[in-house]
């Protein structure tokens, strides 16, 4: 099997507390692989650490087997990781066009001509369905539309793996759809995705793999719907409700 | 709209043809005026790069003028050196200072980069005011401009103009290419603009190197027009809030909006002083008000979104380009 990304007991401690203890994965090269678990389970912590923002506490990280330990977060991209922010961080004062195009000249390490960028950016925000509003200011569209556009700044910048931090959170179900869609398509192309969600819907169904964090610990790993099965995920995740709706469907069954 | 936008072009050609050929109407006055109004045009434009652009703002940026004009001023009185090889060695050695500092404090982030760069200044004018190569707190006195005082109004007033037109080149440049891109990227979001792949500190330092040799240039040129400094003068924190009220006004990031916005406050200053004296620091404050709450980016904003004059007259609201 093609590993991709791998982590080897990564660990994270700001002060006292632990913010990932000891987590072992790895992602597949072409797969999108989901990351769930309760709020402060540690989700976007790992995604930090991938990226270089915080240094490890603990453990190692290897990408196409380069140790990403203590790289810079600019290096970390130019190996070929792109991120789209949970809290949208796209750059006010620019335009949407602007945005992505910062993307596409940064995001890979070779130089490009801006009219080049300008030619690849078109096409990618017209792929996240934001061609009519490429000449907006940041202020001027909605927070689905900065979702999308996070998407695409990250995609500008030519991923072989991209971070997904709730993409779909605060969007309604078509656009959901919408973006399930766009996720789906880009997989297809070749880029492996790690994708952090909360919305289920979604993530159970795009996902091939699926790790649960509680407490920054790893209590499950595998597909989804050994996922939905788990005990402990169900206890300390998914909650009682989606238990007791198994349940009853068990009993229907029997 | 278009239409406009050419004809904007025209009053740009227009405004240049006006300020090289309007000398030769001119006495020493409205020479010297223009000739001041010029020189903050390139202050409030090489602090628009590292503080309009980058986003750090570089309070203190004045110490790169008192550089230059010491470093001239040393050079022509002890080492006997001609003007513009002086001129060159303060600009490109404050490019040079200012990438050494910067390693070291482009580091520190918002008030704390400002509060290092008023450190700087005030560490400057100790250093200059205690050392007998520059005069120690009595100044130095550089040579004469050969030539008599008017040919010396024409020289530096060409001087600071093509220095003017230089940063502002210089300006549009930046504002076209990738360092523009990553420059406004770092200002609005420095951690996000690592993760996209941009390496903060060689822009960040470039910006500041490259605001850092227009202050000198223009300080070395001062140095000369003036033909007498000393450190109380030139390591001066006001002009710098000045160049920062001028840079606000006209707006902060543009090309334009600085030397604008320097035009604006020099001329109003200027005209207003005589007849206000102590009023005119009140008028100077309402104007800035009236700025921030009805055109926040600057009034070069304005033109940016293709209102044309006579719509302003009319209160017609900006509308999308």
Not at chain 2, 228 to 253: N, T
Request: hydrophobic fraction near 50%.
């Amino acid at each position: 099997m093609n590993i991709l990304l791998e982590g080897k007991r990564v660990t994270k401690n700001f002060g006292g507390l632990n913010a990932l203890r000891d987590v072992n994965f790895e992602i597949r090269r072409g797969e999108i692989f989901g990351l769930i678990g309760p709020n402060g389970s540690g989700k976007t912590t790992l995604l930090n650490i991938i990226n270089g923002i915080f240094p490890l506490t603990g453990g190692e990280i290897y990408f196409e087997g380069k140790r990403l330990n203590d790289l810079k977060p600019y290096q970390i991209t130019h190996l070929g990781i792109g991120r789209a922010f949970q809290i949208v961080r796209v750059f006010e004062g620019m335009t949407v066009k602007e945005n992505a195009l910062v993307g596409s000249l940064f995001g890979v390490k070779e130089r490009k001509s801006i009219s080049q960028a300008i030619k690849e950016v078109e096409e990618i925000l017209d792929f996240v369905g934001l061609g009519p509003k490429m000449n907006y200011q940041i202020s001027e569209i909605t927070i689905a539309d900065r979702k999308r556009l996070e998407l695409a700044r990250a995609l500008a910048m030519h991923p072989k793996l991209l971070l997904l931090d709730e993409v779909m959170a605060g969007l309604n179900p078509k656009e959901i759809e919408g973006l399930m869609e766009i996720i789906l398509t880009v997989n297809k192309k070749g880029v492996t995705i790690l994708i952090i969600e909360h919305v289920m819907k979604a993530v159970m169904g795009i996902s091939h793999r699926i790790m649960v964090l509680h407490q920054g610990k790893k209590i499950a790993i595998g597909s989804p719907k050994e996922i939905a099965e788990d005990e402990e995920v169900i206890k300390s995740y998914l909650g009682e409700r989606f238990a007791q709706r198994k349940i009853q469907k068990e009993e229907w069954n029997n | 709209m278009g239409n406009w936008r050419k004809r904007k072009n025209y009053l740009f050609v227009g405004i240049f043809l006006l300020f090289l050929f309007v000398p030769l109407f001119l006495r020493g006055y409205w020479i010297r005026l223009l000739t001041n109004m010029f020189m903050f045009a390139v202050l409030a434009e090489s602090v628009n790069i590292i503080a309009g652009y980058c986003g750090y703002l570089a309070l203190g940026n004045m110490f790169f003028f008192g550089l230059g004009a010491y470093t001239v001023a040393v050079l022509m009185t002890k080492f006997s050196f001609p003007f513009y090889c002086s001129l060159l060695i303060a600009g490109f050695g404050a490019s040079f200072f200012a990438m050494v500092v910067g390693l070291p404090i482009l580091r520190l982030k918002g008030q704390y980069f400002l509060m290092a760069t008023v450190g700087l200044l005030e560490l400057l004018r100790e250093i200059t005011t205690n050392l007998s190569l520059t005069g120690g707190g009595q100044g130095i006195t550089l040579p004469i401009f050969p030539g008599g005082a008017s040919a010396a109004n024409y020289f530096f007033y060409y001087y600071m103009f093509f220095l003017m037109i230089l940063s502002i080149l210089c300006t549009f440049y930046i504002s076209k290419s990738h360092f523009g891109f990553a420059f406004r990227a770092i200002k609005f979001d420095e951690d996000a603009a690592s993760v996209i792949g941009i390496n903060p500190t060689p822009y960040k330092t470039l910006a500041w190197s490259i605001s850092a040799f227009f202050t000198a240039l223009t300080g070395g040129g001062y140095a000369y027009w003036m033909t007498y400094i000393d450190p109380g003068e030139v390591y001066q924190i006001m002009p710098s809030v000045k160049m920062y009220l001028m840079m606000v006004l006209g707006g902060a990031g543009t090309v334009l909006g600085p030397i604008a916005g320097a035009f604006f406050i020099e001329l109003i200053s200027e005209l207003v002083w005589g007849k206000f004296l102590e009023l005119h620091l009140l008028i100077l404050g309402l104007v800035l008000v009236l700025v921030v709450i009805f055109t926040p980016k600057g009034f070069i904003d304005l033109i940016h979104k293709g209102l044309s004059p006579s719509k302003l007259l009319l209160g017609i609201k900006a509308n999308k380009v």
